[in-house]
């Protein structure tokens, strides 16, 4: 997703791009998670920035991309299960309403107004109108398509070529060395392996997701709909098994339930703790699913760093090296504003936010 969202933006400003993919597209993570694209779980700061940027992006995207995103702009909507945890969903809003957030306290009398088949038993929540949501694999695959860029699938990056000064000449693939003044690294969780290719540093970690998938249903979940410690979770570094109850539905049919984190490498065993976690969660807020029975899971792997920014910007040691990497649960809904910081930064055009909080030198290993 990342990768192709870079190569739109660049493709756009005039550069000649080449996007290079050791897989099919959308083989990584974006193939293997959902497609929220959310600022109501982002507190006010630099990813928030570029969450809200990218909301605008995405809106201009769905009109000129095909309907096969999936583009729905269908707001997310946050619960709580009791006063202490509507105080604290009050206080987030409150905080993300002055840097440009629209969020709507929704009491509980109301709530089954905007999801019918919600649980009685919660206590209120706040909706977020400028959440949406795509189909990741179909958003990725359309931008690429869109973006004109020549597309290099099934090669792996073996070599990032670098001249006398050290500075980047191109990469080397099985099928020869292709030639550029700038490689941008969008390798996601891989993008640490890409960098040290390159003779540079960055901390990409697997931070491993499952998603329960249901049979297909008639549209009973109209929002994202997710339960306030969800935002706790997506805050939390720590490495141990986190489970949240976040519940959608989507234009196919199937409601996809999370969200679970952990961090325990590139482990691809199912693990039935946490669908049994996942599962309570969701009939917790929706009580009818726990009628409707689950087709199938699957699982990925979000591209962490510890500080829970993407990596956006010039590597600080290889001159030509560009990181955009790192997104962990938000790469979907944070590609537009990155392809086009990315796109801006090889132009040396005005970035449109400030890039400083996203510069990898941050993990660089004198800082
Ligand atoms: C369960 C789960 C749920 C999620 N839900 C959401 C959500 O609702 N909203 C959201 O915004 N995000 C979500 N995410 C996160 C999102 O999926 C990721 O942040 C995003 O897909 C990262 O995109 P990417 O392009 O950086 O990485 P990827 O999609 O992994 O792409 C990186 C590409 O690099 C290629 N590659 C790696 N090394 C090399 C090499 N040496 N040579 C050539 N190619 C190479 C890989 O083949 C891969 O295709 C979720 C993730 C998970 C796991």
């Known amino acids: 997703m990342i990768g192709a969202a870079c190569a739109y933006y660049a493709a756009r400003s005039g550069l000649s791009v080449t996007v290079i993919d050791r897989g099919p597209v959308a083989g990584g993570t974006t193939g293997a998670g959902e497609g929220n694209l959310l600022v109501s779980d982002k507190e006010p700061g630099p990813e928030l920035d570029l969450a809200l940027l990218s909301t605008r992006l995405w809106r201009e995207l769905s009109e000129r991309l095909p309907a096969g995103i999936e583009f729905e702009a269908k707001g997310g909507l946050v619960v709580a299960s009791g006063d202490p945890g509507m105080n604290a969903l009050r206080d987030f809003a409150a905080a993300q309403t002055k840097a440009g957030v629209q969020a709507d306290e929704v009491p509980a009398p109301l709530l089954r107004d905007l999801e019918p088949h919600l649980s009685p038993a919660l206590t209120g929540g706040f909706h977020y109108p400028q959440d949406a949501q795509v ?23 073996t070599a990032v070529l670098t001249g006398a000064g050290g500075e980047v000449r191109g990469v080397r693939t099985p099928a020869g060395d292709l030639h550029a003044p700038y490689v941008v690294n969008a390798a996601g969780t891989w993008g640490g392996e890409l960098a040290r290719l390159a003779g540079a ?47 959608e539905g989507t234009p196919a049919g199937p409601v996809l339930i999370g969200a679970s984190r952990e961090r325990v490498g590139f482990d691809r065993t199912l693990s039935v703790e946490v669908l049994r976690r996942l599962a309570d969660g969701a009939t917790a807020l929706f009580p009818m699913l726990a009628k409707v029975r689950a087709i199938r899971t699957y699982t990925g792997f979000r591209p962490y760093l510890p500080d829970h920014l993407p990596a956006i910007g010039a590597d600080p040691g290889v001159p030509g090296l560009l990181h955009a990497c790192g997104h962990e649960g938000a790469g979907i809904g944070l590609a537009p504003a990155t392809g086009l910081l990315v796109a801006r930064l090889l132009t040396g055009d005005e970035p449109p936010l400030d890039v400083r909080p996203f510069l990898p030198g941050r993990f660089a290993p004198a800082a």
Do not use: N, W
């Not at 189909?135 to 990056?157: D, F, K, N, W």
């Not at 935002?231 to 976040?246: E, F, I, N, P, R």
């Open 135 to 157: 189909q990741p694999a179909l958003a990725a695959a359309h931008l690429l398509r869109a973006s004109g860029a020549r597309i290099r699938t099934g090669e792996e990056v």
């Open 201 to 247: 540093f960055l901390p990409v970690m697997p931070r491993r997701g499952f998603v329960l998938v249901t049979e297909p249903l008639p549209r009973v979940v109209r929002h994202k709909v997710y339960a306030a410690d969800y935002v706790a979770d997506v805050a939390s570094g720590s490495a141990a098994l986190q489970t949240s109850a976040v519940v």
